[in-house]
T-cell receptor, first 113, second 109 residues
Framework: IAGITQAPTSQILAAGRRMTLRCTQD?????MYWYRQDLGLGLRLIHYSNTAGTTGKGEVPDGYSVSRANTDDFPLTLASAVPSQTSVYFCASSEGTSADTQYFGPGTRLTVL | GQNIDQPTEMTATEGAIVQINCTYQTSGFNGLFWYQQHAGEAPTFLSYNVLDGLEEKGRFSSFLSRSKGYSYLLLKELQMKDSASYLCAVREGDYKLSFGAGTTVTVRA
């Protein structure tokens, strides 16, 4: 069982380009999340999905979009990347119950030049 | 929204005890989590408190006081591998978590 996988591991991207970060989980978790982690700011929630077919905005959603077509996949898209989106991106999932624990993927290190 | 505060850095000696404090302000508390994150790796779950009191898991313990908006993570018998960042996270309402900036613990021989 792999848990949560993310791709790519790292990416250097020119400003203005479109980029999709992939996230797949095999735990049949209902809820999935995207965070960015920046030095001194901790993890900040970008978007989330409580169940397949639904999504919601987190703390820093501007410039990002997500979709949840099925239970396993939760891609994050940057429509037109900007340098301030340089960060480490973590995908996470949880069962979606009252005693919920989130499990994190290995992360994607994105640099926008 | 959330306001979560924890110290930026702490240093301790191998074999010692370190206590990492976390204070928070929230309008609808629904659980507090501690995660460990080694440099360059993903956060991993350590503990969960939703009721007041102490939860013990081996060398790690976590305490919660809801009335004071306060939690701490206690690391006993420190080992070199405990050098990492420790993240305090609060859940308000449904499944979403709000994280503090993290405390970097350095264990010295």
């Amino acid at each position: 069982i792999a848990g949560i996988t993310q791709a790519p591991t790292s990416q250097i991207l020119a400003a203005g380009r479109r980029m999709t970060l992939r996230c797949t989980q095999d735990m049949r978790h209902n809820a999935m999340y995207w965070y960015r982690q920046d030095l001194g700011l901790g993890l900040r929630l970008i978007h989330y999905s409580n169940t397949a077919g639904t999504t919601g905005k987190g703390e820093v959603p501007d410039g990002y979009s997500v979709s949840r077509a099925n239970t396993d996949d939760f891609p994050l898209t940057l429509a037109s990347a900007v340098p301030s989106q340089t960060s480490v991106y973590f995908c996470a999932s949880s069962e979606g119950t009252s005693a919920d624990t989130q499990y994190f993927g290995p992360g994607t290190r994105l640099t926008v030049l | 929204g959330q306001n979560i505060d924890q110290p930026t850095e702490m240093t301790a000696t191998e074999g010692a005890i370190v206590q990492i404090n976390c204070t928070y302000q929230t309008s609808g508390f629904n659980g507090l989590f501690w995660y460990q994150q080694h440099a360059g790796e993903a956060p991993t779950f350590l503990s969960y408190n939703v009721l007041d009191g102490l939860e013990e898991k081996g060398r790690f313990s976590s305490f919660l006081s809801r009335s004071k908006g306060y939690s701490y993570l206690l690391l006993k018998e420190l080992q070199m591998k405990d050098s990492a960042s420790y993240l305090c996270a609060v859940r308000e309402g449904d499944y979403k978590l709000s994280f503090g900036a993290g405390t970097t613990v350095t264990v010295r021989a």
